[in-house]
């Protein structure tokens, strides 16, 4: 199991309060359509060919069985580990998407590698994976970057991030065509979730062909039982919609995420546009898929969804 980067994980990325510790730049750079993101992950974490990647995410996809949400899908909340361990829990969440109208997803993640304050919008034309190239939303990316501080775009925070890269197979795959706006945090306190939450949900106005998409993964390296509590008590903040219980969850140690901040932005964006349920799709841990449960590492699909009577599936 990848523990030695997951080490780093803890350090970087489950503090609420992540350091600020390089100096970056705040100006925004024009966008460039040749400047594409190469993908870092594809041939680690998931396979780097294509007919490969198609089989592999297809089949996480038909495993996941059938997956019928009443209403409209607002957000997902998905883990980000190699496919190996978390892909099925990923297929859970994308399943549900079958089938429905979305034209743009929002994708939150936090930085693992570069520590930085605020909340990095990219700005780059694509992002390109073994299936092809995602075109990035520039319209809503420079709009969001026009809001000023906490809002910048830093390429470095993007550029060897993983949280939003595993997620585009499974988004090629289900959702075909979409554009994507890609949005990492360096901070994920409360007050920071809040301004993000509040800044899409005023840019975006009520948009019902975007999805908001939290990539997290839950408890890292506890025992087997004890990061099923904390998991426990995480999912039910989800499941109650519960984003300041979460938020002190998070601070106070009872829960653990690497995404924290992501998903209680989505919660908060979600509930703004109209989302009154959590439906949990899937929950797991490393040790499942490998059977060590010394130390494991938790994964969850779980989608946020507005009852209304509209969607695919009305109720």
Same mark, same amino acid.
């Given at each position: ?104 997803? !929002? ?7 570069? #520590?930085?304050?605020? +909340? *990095?919008?990219? =700005?780059? /034309? $694509? ?123 998070? !601070? ?7 995404? #924290?901040?992501?998903? +209680? *932005?989505?919660? =908060?964006? /979600? $509930? ?44």
């Amino acid at each position: 199991m990848h523990s030695c980067f997951y080490r780093l994980v803890i350090l970087a990325c489950l503090l609420i309060f992540p350091p600020s510790s390089l100096p970056v730049s705040g100006a925004a750079e024009a966008g460039d359509l040749e400047d594409i993101r190469s993908p870092v992950m594809a041939g680690a974490w998931y396979p780097s060919k294509p007919e490969l990647l198609r089989k592999t995410v297809k089949g996480y996809l038909s495993g996941a069985g059938s997956q019928i949400l009443d209403g409209e899908v607002k957000a997902l909340i998905v883990p980000h580990a190699g496919y190996r361990y978390s892909g099925g829990i990923a297929g859970r969440a994308y399943r549900a998407l079958k089938g429905r109208r979305i034209t743009r997803v !929002v994708m939150i993640g936090p930085s693992h590698r570069v #520590g930085f304050g605020g +909340i *990095s919008v990219n =700005l780059q /034309a $694509g992002y390109e994976t073994p299936l092809g190239t995602v075109p990035v939303d520039m319209g809503t990316a420079r709009k969001l970057l026009d809001e000023g501080p906490p809002f910048r775009w830093l390429r470095q925070a993007h550029a060897s991030e993983h949280s939003l890269e595993v997620q585009l197979p499974f988004i090629q795959e289900v959702l075909g065509r979409v554009r994507i706006v890609p949005v990492i945090m360096g901070r994920q306190d409360f007050t920071t979730c809040s301004t993000l939450a509040d800044t899409l949900v005023r840019v975006l106005g009520h948009c019902q062909d975007t999805l908001f998409l939290a990539s997290t993964d839950l408890s890292h390296y506890h025992p087997y039982r004890e990061a099923r509590a904390m998991d426990g008590e995480f999912i039910s903040h989800v499941a109650g919609l519960d984003a300041r219980g979460l938020a002190e969850g998070l !601070v106070k140690g009872r829960c653990e995420a690497c995404g #924290g901040g992501p998903v +209680i *932005s989505a919660i =908060l964006a /979600a $509930g703004a546009m109209g989302a009154d349920k959590a439906a949990i799709l899937g929950y797991a841990t490393s040790g499942d898929v490998n059977g060590d449960r010394r130390r494991v590492v938790g994964y969850l699909a779980a989608a946020l969804v507005r009852t209304s009577g509209k969607g695919p599936h009305p109720r």
